[in-house]
């Protein structure tokens, strides 16, 4: 069942709909909520209150084909509250991408990917999360992070260029 049929459903009152929708989504935003705030039980707390936010707003929402980057949206404005930092400004455009994906792919030691996003900047770090875990397309990046999509691409471009020079492979 895709997104669009169990958000009809819910909104007949579907109980075992709604518990899919949770299903299929908490774990990612979890781990964004996670990445975001650094703490495992904020994120928690954070990731739930996403839900309930996305439930109260579901009779409001306009099925467009874009519901996991509404639920993305819902959960880094909240964990945005939580941290209190304002977005900070975007980063120039580029060209690229693609071979510093394989950069990204090619790091295989957990650890090691850990440090490296915990030392980029936080406007970086969300989008590498959202491009590469979460595998948003860069469309759907813009829209959860309210910057456009050349500077979605950008700043998944600073952060790969960072993360290279960091573990000198630049």
């Known amino acids: 069942m895709n997104d669009e049929q169990l958000i009809s459903r819910i909104r007949q009152g579907d109980e075992a709909a709604a518990e899919e929708l ?3 989504y908490h774990p990612a935003i979890l781990r ?7 703490n495992v039980e904020i994120a928690k707390d954070l990731a739930q209150e ?14 467009e084909g874009r519901l996991r980057a509404y639920i993305f949206i819902i959960a880094r404005r909240l964990c945005g509250r939580e941290s209190g930092k304002p977005a900070l400004a975007p980063l120039e455009d580029t060209e690229q991408l693609a071979d510093q ?3 990204f792919r090619q790091i295989e030691d957990r650890d090691q990917v850990r440090r490296l996003l915990e030392g980029l900047p936080p406007e970086q770090r969300e989008v ?3 491009r ?4 948003l397309s860069y469309r759907d990046i813009a829209k959860v992070t309210g910057c456009n999509m050349r500077t979605a691409q950008s700043r998944v471009r600073m952060a790969l260029k960072n993360m290279r020079k960091e573990s ?3």
């Not at 964004?32 to 650094?38: I, L, M, V």
């Open 101 to 103: 994906r394989d950069m």
């Open 50 to 63: 996403t839900f309930i936010q996305l439930f109260e707003a579901l009779p409001n929402y306009r099925e």
């Open 22 to 24: 949770v299903h299929r």
């Open 32 to 38: 964004f909520c996670a990445s975001r705030c650094g």
């Open 128 to 130: 590498v999360v959202l």
């Open 168 to 170: 000198g492979h630049e």
């Open 132 to 135: 590469f875990v979460e595998r």
